[in-house]
């Protein structure tokens, strides 16, 4: 399933990885931290962070647990944020790579890392069927597959018109998929799914859409076509979205779906 162009989303990453680089929305949210959690202790594991962008998601592990980290990500200049990022962390012996790859074709070794995971990047996978079969084939039996990103609704009117704004806000924007569409794509490569959380937040508190709009560079012009569109959605769609209104903006959940996928221990 073809929903976006990868050298189209990586050429415009590359231009705007500053912004991903510090944006408070990519920094740091509850759903990073409940995948901490989960994950548990990762000392002396062998970690895979697919499409990483400035790598927040890897770096988050690596102050924690001396772990092996491989950073994946199409985009160049994301790739030289990791790397100056990794430079400026103290020494730790662990080892740091990063590679230029998408996530529909990633040269590493198959069953050969126990934890593969991506955050706020499979909306814009090409192929997200084969992703997930690629990812997954770089687990070892008994490793985590684990995901976090933009949650689609289920109703198709409401994901219609969700996926209007997202496009608004990204041009490059594919699909933000369900709960229930990445519970059958972890199962459909084979994957046990212990874990699948909806309806989570990136930004609890809701990012402005200005500043929204700021992180992906799309101008003023797209700001106001979220506003109206919004408004002339009225409260109940707002509301199901989990976006609120506040001194005459309106504040984006960026609301995300977080699942861990389990490779069996028998599997091959």
Known sequence: MTVSDPSRSAERFSTIAQNYATSEVHRSSPTMRMLHELLGSQEGT??????????????????????????????EPMLKHVTEALAARPETGTETRTICATAEAIPLPPESYDVVMTRLAAHHFTDIEQAVRTMTGLLRPGGRLAVIDLEGPEDAELAAFNHEIEVLHDPTHGRSHSRRDWIRMLQDAGLNVPVARGTQSESPSGVPVARWCQITAVGDEAAAAIRERLTEAGPEVRAALGIRERDGEYLIPVRTVLVVGVKPLGAI
């Open 46 to 75: 062998d970690i895979v962070d697919v499409a990483c962008g400035a790598g927040h998601l890897g770096l988050s592990l690596l102050a924690q647990h001396p772990a092996s980290m491989t950073f994946v990500d199409p985009a």
